[in-house]
Antibody, heavy 119, light 107 residues
Framework: QVQLVESGGGLVKPGGSLRLSCAAS????????MSWIRQAPGKGLEWVSH????????HYADSVKGLFTISRDNAKNSLYLQMNSLRAEDTAVYYC????????????WGQGTLVTVSS | DIQMTQSPPSLSASVGDRVTITCRAS??????LNWYQQKAGKAPKLLIY???SLQSGVPSTFSGSGSGTDFTLTISSLQPEDFATYYC?????????FGQGTKVEIK
């Protein structure tokens, strides 16, 4: 069965960096777009970024463009999010999700990892 | 960016009620509209994709309709396990924006 397990969250000071990972199993990882979606405490969902199966097509939300970098390692069935220059407003649970296609719905989600940006 | 507007923000309903949630896009998104259910402390769960296609394993009490800019999620007979927050999302273009959510509470 499809499984997505995020890791790497934690407490970081403003201006700091963090790298999130998502380990995928149960499907042909390289065949799917993968995305990061976040949810600030008590707030709604915000799509952050996605990457094509080959890694050649990448899109970001304006709120993270130039600050976050999405990448993948198909040999390791892993998705990553490098987050730099973190701000308090980046505090959220970060979910990785599988997307059915470039215009597809995120159909499987991980359990999420909490990132807290605070001094 | 495409803005997604959900209504109502919250509603109270009883078990067995028919519930309708609407979602409006700021421009045409064809049928690239998805619906999710989220329970407290859990990841969202895909219910409906492409406006009206039921995700595998989702009860048939859930249905979706619409195209262009106006969409609807209907729960034909509300069950105790359906009390949750529901989100729409457009996947027509990036960023794949979400609506602000509709919290369905017990009356």
């Amino acid at each position: 069965q499809v499984q997505l397990v995020e890791s790497g969250g934690g407490l970081v000071k403003p201006g700091g960096s963090l790298r999130l990972s998502c380990a995928a199993s149960g499907f042909s990882f390289s065949d799917y777009y993968m995305s990061w979606i976040r949810q600030a405490p008590g707030k709604g969902l915000e799509w952050v970024s996605h990457i094509s199966g080959s890694g050649t097509t990448i899109h970001y939300a304006d709120s993270v463009k130039g600050l976050f970098t999405i990448s993948r390692d198909n040999a390791k069935n892993s998705l990553y999010l490098q987050m730099n220059s973190l701000r308090a407003e980046d505090t959220a649970v970060y979910y990785c999700a599988r997307e059915r296609s470039s215009r597809g719905a995120p159909d499987y989600w991980g359990q999420g990892t909490l990132v807290t940006v605070s001094s | 960016d495409i803005q997604m507007t959900q209504s109502p923000p919250s509603l109270s309903a009883s078990v067995g009620d028919r519930v309708t949630i609407t979602c409006r896009a700021s421009q045409s998104i064809s049928s690239y509209l998805n619906w999710y259910q989220q329970k407290a402390g859990k990841a969202p769960k895909l219910l409906i994709y492409s406006a009206s296609s039921l995700q595998s394993g989702v009860p048939s009490t859930f249905s979706g309709s619409g195209s262009g800019t106006d969409f609807t999620l209907t729960i034909s007979s509300l069950q105790p396990e359906d009390f949750a927050t529901y989100y729409c999302q457009q996947s027509y273009s990036t960023p794949k924006t979400f609506g602000q959510g509709t919290k369905v509470e017990i009356k």
